[in-house]
């Protein structure tokens, strides 16, 4: 992800460049986690356009990767998404380094990602069907 524009709140990438691209994180030392929080434009600036279900602008479909040996591995993905607060849950891993490989928005030829949270949260009774879930706030 070449960022061409932040002002404090967004990370846009570069329309010239095709997707996929990808924001990578990184820790300082190994880390667990089992959860990352992702907030995406959805134009709350503007009003939707007609026949616009959806913006255009917000990240469709993307892929939670982490390092394993000389590749990457995939802990959690998203298939369809719209909306604008993404948790993405899965079982713990250690890494020192996050990936969000963006493949598809909704239109949009720019990602856009307003933040990225990452935690190792204590859950419990949670069921496995739990482990992975969208939300909208």
Request: proline share 9%.
């Amino acid at each position: 992800l070449r960022v061409i524009a932040w002002n404090g709140w967004e990370r846009l990438a570069d329309p010239a460049r095709p997707l996929p691209q990808w924001l990578e994180l990184s820790f300082p030392r190994p880390t667990e986690f089992n959860a990352v929080y992702l907030t995406f434009d959805t134009d709350l600036d503007r009003p939707p356009e007609k026949g616009e279900p959806r913006s255009p602008r917000t990240v469709k479909r993307y892929l939670l990767r982490v390092p394993e040996g000389e590749g990457w591995k995939t802990v959690a993905e998203a298939q369809d998404n719209w909306m604008r607060l993404n948790v993405r849950r899965f079982p713990t891993d250690s890494a020192d380094r996050l990936r969000v490989e963006v493949l598809e928005t909704n239109g949009d030829p720019s990602a856009r990602i307003y933040e990225v949270r990452v935690f190792n949260e204590v859950i419990s009774n949670c069921k496995k069907s739990d482990q992975s879930s969208v939300t909208d706030h």
